[in-house]
């Protein structure tokens, strides 16, 4: 179809828009079929859009490759942040407990020391305390079957009353990891640690081990492999006394009140930290992941995928609107009005949006994929996927303010003079 002004015909996705039921262009004859003409608009304005959008192959297919690559980025970079959250308290999660008696100074979980050790009685003899558990965490050195030395992250616990234990397990069982030399190892760290499954033997700061169960999906922030074993078998391995602990978690009872619990624990334990399960969990998460710089790294990540995905979507929005000034001008000579263009501008910013989403969104996917089981943890939630849809088309949206400033500045007699 064309478009024809003066003694020139303009060829474009544009041309032949005038509506057909009422012989005017789109945004001309306000006194006349309001009824059947506001439910024509949209249907018009979405119709050009689509011609526009797809009549320069190129620039449509780099605006989606800007958009995929800024959804893709954007989804990794945030998915790796809740990943992250998640890896860091998991363990603080599944030990359960209302109060955590530390060592003074502790940063998180994974920066473990030594307790002075009477910490375990006083609890116990603290009112409204139901349950007391003893935690041995510290940094080991793990001999591989075939030589070679790495760091590790032992973990001790008995959990016999509902506290920590290894979960997710895929072999062996928590019974079998308590027997004479039994630890428990995620298949996520075989390779680091140099083995190849269950009953797989190495060394333990000299200890001769015996891999008894097998998880997966336990993976440290640090990559350090997490290695559980039991309370009193991590002791011996630290060379800490049997009264000696990294971490007292304490269960407060059901009607008792847990900050009343902590202030009595705090007077008696003038040598130690007492912090709600909610306080040592935020002080983990803080530290690692602002403190230590890597959460900023993977927020600025994020939005550095979103500013190129502005920059990408908002250039080819407005190469395509300055391509077609001419046809926007002869439409606007013929009676539309600047509101429809602004319609069919933003509708191909929304159409872009949500093509280059449908196909980042499975691109992500398949990288969510492909780091299951391995020690990158990597989270999608349908929350999250609902959000990137809307940064996407807000994203978009803000591009197409450029394309907009130009179109509602076209002068319609400008078409006449050509």
Not at 10 to 25: M, T, W
Not at 63 to 82: E, K, P, R
Not at 310 to 322: E, F, G
């Amino acid at each position: 179809m064309s478009l024809t002004t003066g003694s020139s015909t303009l060829d474009s996705p544009l041309a032949g828009s005038k509506d057909p039921a009422l012989g005017q262009a789109p945004g001309q004859g306000e006194g006349k079929g309001k009824k059947g003409k506001k439910g024509k608009k949209p249907k018009m304005a979405t119709k050009l859009a689509y011609r526009n959008l797809f009549h320069d192959k190129m620039s449509l297919f780099v605006t989606l490759i800007g958009i995929v690559f800024s959804v893709v980025l954007i989804s990794v970079q945030c998915g790796l942040y809740l990943g992250s959250e998640y890896t860091i308290a998991r363990i603080l999660d599944r030990t359960g407990g209302d109060i955590w008696i530390v060592p003074l100074g502790t940063k998180s979980f994974d920066d473990p020391s030594l307790l002075k050790g009477r910490e375990r009685y006083a609890v116990h003899a603290t009112p409204g305390v139901e349950r007391v558990e003893e935690l041995a965490v510290s940094f080991a050195r793990w001999r591989k079957p075939q030589g070679g030395k790495t760091a590790i992250l032992l973990v001790g616990a008995d959990g016999r009353n509902g506290g920590l234990v290894p979960w997710n397990i895929v072999d062996g069982s928590v019974a079998a990891m308590r027997a004479p030399a039994g630890v428990s190892v995620d298949k996520s760290y075989f390779k680091d640690l140099g083995i190849d499954g269950l009953g797989s033997t190495a060394e333990i700061n000299g200890q001769t081990v015996r891999v008894e169960t097998v998880t997966r999906g336990i993976r440290s922030f640090t990559t350090i492999p997490y290695v559980f074993t039991t309370l009193g078998r991590a002791q011996s391995m630290m060379q800490a006394s049997y009264k000696q602990s990294s971490y007292t978690v304490a269960t407060v009872k059901e009607d008792a009140d847990v900050e009343t619990v902590r202030s009595a624990l705090v007077k008696r334990l003038p040598d130690a930290e007492v912090l709600t399960t909610a306080e040592f969990r935020a002080r983990s998460l803080k530290y690692w992941l602002f403190q230590t710089g890597a959460g900023a790294a993977l927020i600025a990540g994020a939005m550095l995928g979103l500013i190129v995905g502005v920059v990408i979507v908002a250039q080819t929005l407005y190469a395509s609107t300055k391509d077609h000034i001419n046809e926007f001008a002869t439409l606007r000579a013929l009676g539309a009005s600047a509101g429809y263009i602004v319609q069919v501008i933003l509708m191909q910013a929304i159409l872009s949006a949500i093509v280059g989403y449908a196909l980042g969104m499975c691109l992500a996917l398949l990288i969510v994929y492909a780091a299951d089981g391995t020690t990158l943890n990597v989270v999608m939630t349908p929350g999250l996927a609902a959000a990137l849809f809307l940064v996407t088309l807000g994203m978009c949206t803000f591009a197409a303010i450029s394309a907009i400033l130009k179109v509602i500045r076209i002068d319609p007699a400008s078409v006449f003079s050509r």
